[in-house]
């Protein structure tokens, strides 16, 4: 794993730039014989793409994604699998003002000091548009463990800014701009409060929920393989992530161990503070993943920065922007932490396949397959 | 990055296990040239070891460290450095009860499902003694990075199940059990806290944030390398820890950009709501982290479980175990800490050594160098 | 390192099919800085590419490469360059009569056994054509090496089936299609021999040598990431090749110690048996690789073999192959040194870069520099 | 793969010194469930042993095996296994003479460019030593793949300096010191040639050849992680390899297309040029690697050097040393392709797993099984 390359076995390396002529990625170590379409990773990008709603950046790319290689008849081949995705709609000229002056927030300075050069350009590889590929490669993760172990994937925002969005019904998820599990009501909430975000030309941050549920039992690789720590790699690597949290997260801090740890019975485990994830294997329960996303940080609201000379100067941005970049980090989440389960039920597979126990795993739960 | 190993060129591979002859590390990668020995190591290892005070497992273990390779003529060779802790104070007979049955909240039920076996000896490689070796390496990247850049690590809690510890004073830490930054009143309401609760046969959870400053500007690799991204890797693979954050971590849901975005003045950053990390990359300011760590599992109150059988029993736990892990976990912490730094200290010389940029940092920030 | 993905520090993931749209590569951790365009990199893939001679394959690729990401204002950012090549001369229809057959020395049957799919068109991901991308790679890394520290790296052909090529000449390597350092009587030879062999529909293999100049002293890893084992790696991975020697190669086997070792002068080393490699590490030395190639395994003479239901058939091949792939393979195995060697540096550079000798090497050697 | 580490699934990282305390190795990633003694491992670490015969290094080393965890009740746990080897018979004072001279054809000199450091004492981590827990990995992973898929390993000496050993009698490879699958003639023959050779103070090299069978077919992963380029890599990163053949190797130089192509009968392969691997990827042929060893460059005969002042001088190697090293590789070489098919069973595995085919391989091969 290594700077562009993401997973162990189910590998992803992601290329391309935002302003570039496309973007994309290679999945290698896919299994053989999954049948695969562009039709099963579009929805997805769809669901990321911008320009969907009033609150989100106004950028018109249909981010159509094309499978280059690894696929024949219809079924993934076993070689690498190459998707790209054009890019369509890029307006340089939006980014011409901070060509020598540094973004508060952003990754400019950072980048400068460590490689001598400053790229001006949409955000380079910094640019959140990189998601898209680690989306179309999610989905690919997501079809091949729904087939093979039944497994699911699900997200939602829990609250946005100071607005908290209690769970109300996860059909309502995909009805709204929000990707929040609740009505009409809290819905306009939200709306109202970012017509009035934008148009103070601020920004605000946002908590996401994404859980896994179907999870084979037993997935994870102590001591540094963890499950869990590689989720935690996975979210807090989503650009603009500053928190993680597996199962009741920070909230463990003022539990009792006589409430925190959650019994079995028969039936299955009574509880699930531990949010699927025990010494850092998964239990079989949900996976429940918890994110902060940060506020964009660019906003027209002017801030103090400096040039490159180091003479203080005043930064605004102007273009295209997502007032709240949580809205359409969801999908986001979701792949990653697809992405994390399939590269651990391969190294399962590679180790354990043949471990067999003569009792199944508790009620409700599923046993990893080869 | 795989199972027992740490690290990309800075490598620690941990072997032995808690009930075994043994301990240890073996790191690779390690610069030639560091004055190295023993009096380099025990300290932190000291700080972390059981039985310094009654709030923690009465266990006594001298955790003595050896060099037994890499270093010549007390200064590292530049070939790998394995560190041998030795086991000492072994009591398997305290783990007699639990050889059928699960443990709420520990490892054995995901362990057994994963392995197909059921190793009951006391934690086996889920046993937070694990941690020893990774402090052992921990403090040698800790005088690298010192001595090359003037890097320091430090670490302190922030909460102990309900009581909140205000920050007063670093020079306290190392005063009290607790590594509270905090005076005598505090510390006399932390340890009543602490009495009543080991009376109860309950646990309870902690907070902990750990800093490194003096971080040269510029470590971290996108996409997915990022500083935060293998920070939170680091930290959530830590035995009982549940949540990270980076910087204000969730207190960035609520935030608005104009608050959050660190302005840039020629005198340095105005604030540090990013901690230290942007974009993937450190800033040059104090890296902060902050862990929530779940209350342990080991307690004497009855659980209902069940053996492996399928059938249900009850869980109580004897022997001895920490009432509050979290008070042992800042050196580890900060050891996870500074092996990520040097890490990526290693891999900037590796890709970015020749780089020379005409303007230094900003004030007070260090640039990396080769 | 792993599948599509090679190289630990300068890695580069290649992508693509040989009848897909296109090929191409990402190579990521280059360091940034370097004055790159595609004219760096089109003069290798001309040497590489198809139809340069009547002695092979008659399809007509330009092979003309473009670079999609990674370098702004003609110098590289060091964010990943993704190098694309398109697919223009593809007839599918040469390979409609092997779909259900296996070719003898072909990787049909073994890709069929593994993944349980037969892919019959031109080879996939078993064709020679995905060293393109390499060659590609290569030219960037050769760029960087020889501005950095002066080292070049040349190859040629020293035997072609039966026919032996002593060394003449390195000026006529690229002067003749064979990259045979020789004159012209020496070329005659192989052309008439070529001649006889593409009338008689057969093949015949070739050994080839590829050396790399002013090498850096004191690169490799032990144990396991020496030089030369990274060497071999890279050499035995190319298509075709059964055979890889470092300096006097399987000719140390009657070799005396006496003669073998190379001794030191203060005016440098006397002798170069050991072709550059000591302890698997870089002497300073001309790294010195020798490769066997073997016959192309399409021939149009008949052999017997099976088909999926494994019943007896025979098998012609037709359509467009090299009579010796080893005439081409010369700018791919000087390419994949050139990819090795980069990656060695730039691990030299993460641990060794503060490694300061009081006296420099031997005479004629060069020192890495960070 | 890194430094000490090898393997990608099966992994095991090699840590101690040949002048320390103890040597040994951690094994990451062995399935659980296998019956695992010191009983298993010790037998091929006594066909490596010095003090063996007169024809190898006097040096009483029992390398009696330890195995310090990873396993319980008599059976892997899939955890960690660590192997430890005590270093008993250490004489420093052999090696007094070289502390500021560097010895032709060893490593000291690279060692001491690359680290800045002369470490004198033995070898250190170049020393042959080190083969020692690699040997004892090889044993687990032989029985593993022996059971699991009915696979064995087998190598013999082809070739001592002048004298070729023609294949007689497998059986006789035990009972001689050369590992020769000769009879009693051939056998004395070799007893005076080395004789002769020790008198004189000089040594020589030979030719090794290792064999797997009962291979399952279809392992290997392209591009760069195909079968024979790991086991490329594996060899030549053997202490003194400088050469490795697959197959017919530099034979297929003059070979033509129609001879070396193995044909495909219903009841099997017709040959086996190819030495088991195809593409990449093994055929369920045996796979045969050949390997060159170089001679010892420790010998009594004086030759030229310069010490670290840059100073000429000379070197003679007193102490204990092989006259041939090549004699004692064999278990070394059988232990690295195993753990090469070990690591790429494993891989076979996590992709793999549920890929079925309707057929059978062909006749006497072995389909691998999850």
């Given at each position: 794993m290594s700077g562009s390359t993401f997973g162990l076995l189910f590998r992803v390396t992601n290329f391309g730039e935002s302003h570039g002529?496309?973007?994309?990625?290679v999945i290698d170590g896919c299994p053989p014989g999954l049948e695969l379409?562009?039709?099963?990773?579009?929805?997805?990008?769809?669901?990321?793409?911008?320009?969907?709603?009033?609150?989100?950046?106004?950028?018109?790319e249909p981010d159509a994604v094309e499978i280059l290689s690894g696929v024949y008849e219809g079924k993934t081949t076993g070689t690498p699998i190459c998707l790209l995705i054009r890019n369509t709609d890029q307006?340089?000229?939006?980014?011409?003002?901070?060509l020598d002056t540094f973004r508060p927030g952003?990754?400019?300075?950072?980048?400068?000091?460590?490689?001598?050069?400053?790229?001006?350009?949409?955000?380079?590889?910094?640019?959140?548009?990189?998601?898209?590929?680690?989306?179309?490669?999610?989905?690919?993760?997501?079809?091949?463990?729904?087939?093979?172990?039944?497994?699911?994937?699900?997200?939602?925002?829990?609250?946005?800014?100071?607005?908290?969005?209690?769970?109300?019904?996860?059909?309502?998820?995909?009805v709204n701009p929000f990707?929040?599990?609740?009505?009409?009501?809290?819905?306009?909430?939200?709306?109202?409060?970012?017509?009035a975000l934008r148009k103070s030309g601020d920004s605000v941050g946002a908590r996401l929920k994404v859980v896994a549920r179907g999870v084979p039992v037993g997935l994870g690789e102590p001591l540094f393989d963890k499950?869990?720590?590689?989720?935690?790699?996975?979210?807090?690597?989503?650009?603009?992530?500053?928190?993680?949290?597996?199962?009741?997260?920070?909230?463990?801090?003022?539990?009792?161990?006589?409430?925190?740890?959650?019994?079995?019975?028969?039936?299955?485990?009574?509880?699930?503070?531990?949010?699927?994830?025990?010494?850092?294997l998964?239990?079989?329960?949900?996976?429940?993943?918890?994110?902060a996303i940060k506020p964009t940080s660019s906003i027209r609201l002017p801030k103090a920065s400096v040039n490159r000379a180091g003479e203080p100067t005043t930064v605004e941005t102007f273009g295209r922007h997502d007032p709240c970049v949580g809205i359409r980090a969801t999908p986001i989440a979701e792949a990653m932490l697809a992405l994390v389960v399939m590269d651990h039920v391969l190294r399962w597979r590679a180790q354990c396949a043949d471990v067999a126990l003569p009792v199944p795993p508790l009620a409700g739960q599923i046993a990893p397959q080869a």
């Open positions: 002529p496309a973007i994309g990625c379409s562009e039709a099963d990773i579009q929805p997805d990008l769809d669901r990321r793409r911008p320009g969907t709603s009033r609150h989100v950046t106004q950028r018109n307006r340089s000229k939006d980014y011409g003002n901070i952003h990754a400019d300075y950072t980048y400068w000091r460590r490689y001598g050069l400053r790229d001006p350009r949409g955000g380079g590889r910094s640019s959140a548009r990189l998601t898209a590929p680690m989306v179309a490669a999610g989905a690919v993760a997501k079809k091949w463990l729904q087939q093979r172990h039944g497994t699911t994937f699900a997200g939602w925002m829990t609250q946005l800014g100071d607005v908290v969005i209690p769970f109300e019904d996860e059909a309502q998820i995909p990707f929040a599990p609740a009505g009409e009501a809290k819905v306009a909430e939200l709306e109202a409060y970012m017509d499950l869990d720590a590689d989720i935690a790699h996975a979210m807090m690597g989503i650009n603009a992530v500053k928190g993680v949290e597996i199962g009741d997260g920070f909230g463990v801090v003022t539990q009792r161990g006589s409430e925190h740890g959650d019994e079995m019975l028969p039936a299955g485990f009574a509880s699930n503070h531990a949010g699927g994830v025990l010494g850092g998964s239990t079989g329960q949900d996976l429940e993943v918890s994110i």
